[in-house]
């Protein structure tokens, strides 16, 4: 069964530093997501991604992040400068279609810990 | 913006047990997901919907749209059914399709 890969699966780094998550979605969905879950928390939406922009995005997703579908391939969550409370799990998604009736596919997950 | 209560936060089973979670939300929506969510942190889903129930094996998912509530039950609960269940919705605006979360139901069952 197609799914959503993403890596790495963990990622150490220290502050200020720039990091790049990646994801790839399931080969025919045109439409990717970003979540996060800070730890004990609960998951919140960053973004929406959908013919090579951004179709919504939160609050949180401020100026120091970014994504980008480099190749036919590959989503990617980038971080410029990192900061201790952006230590969490980050989750990829995609869907065939934006519409209600189209299920997510979640990613297993990369745990971002910021040091 | 769509506020996601889930209910109870914990709760432990004896193995055989029926399991009961709830999710009620504040503003309609055009759907609801169940996911689950074990240990290691990977979410998976498990039902969307929309209206009425769907039933996959053990697991029972249903939706009350006019009282914008939703119930998971599992059937014949097992240790391995052991995870966070958490339920999130797309709400009905147009051009929106992220998902509002709940904080999840942390299930144990014990043999």
């Known amino acids: 069964e197609p799914e959503v890969t993403q890596t790495p699966s963990h990622q150490v780094t220290q502050m200020g530093q720039e990091v790049i998550l990646r994801c790839v979605p399931i080969s025919n969905h045109l439409y990717f997501y970003w979540y996060r879950q800070i730890l004990g928390q609960k998951v919140e939406f960053l973004v929406s991604?959908?013919?090579?922009?951004?179709?919504?995005k939160s609050e949180i997703f401020d100026d120091q992040f970014s994504v980008e579908r480099p190749d036919g391939s590959n989503f990617t969550l980038k971080i410029r400068s990192t900061k201790l409370e952006d230590s969490a799990m980050y989750f990829c998604?995609?869907?065939?279609?934006?519409?209600?009736?189209?299920?997510?596919?979640f990613g297993p997950g990369t745990r971002l810990t910021v040091t | 913006k769509n506020e996601v209560e889930q209910s109870p936060q914990n709760l432990t089973a004896q193995e055989g047990e029926f399991i009961t979670i709830n999710c009620s939300y504040s503003?309609?929506?055009?759907?609801l997901h169940w996911l689950q969510q074990h240990p290691g942190g990977g979410i998976v889903s498990l039902f969307m919907?929309?209206?009425g129930k769907k039933k996959h094996g053990r697991l029972i998912a249903t939706i009350n749209i006019q009282e914008k509530h939703s119930s998971l039950h599992i059937t014949a609960s097992h240790p391995r059914d052991s995870a966070v269940y958490i339920c999130a919705v797309r709400s009905s605006g147009a051009g929106s399709y992220q998902l509002t979360f709940g904080k999840g139901t942390k299930l144990s069952v014990i043999p």
């Open positions: 998604a995609s869907s065939e279609s934006p519409g209600s009736s189209y299920e997510q596919y």
């Open positions: 991604f959908y013919n090579n922009e951004i179709s919504e």
């Open positions: 919907l929309s209206s």
């Open positions: 503003v309609g929506i055009s759907a």
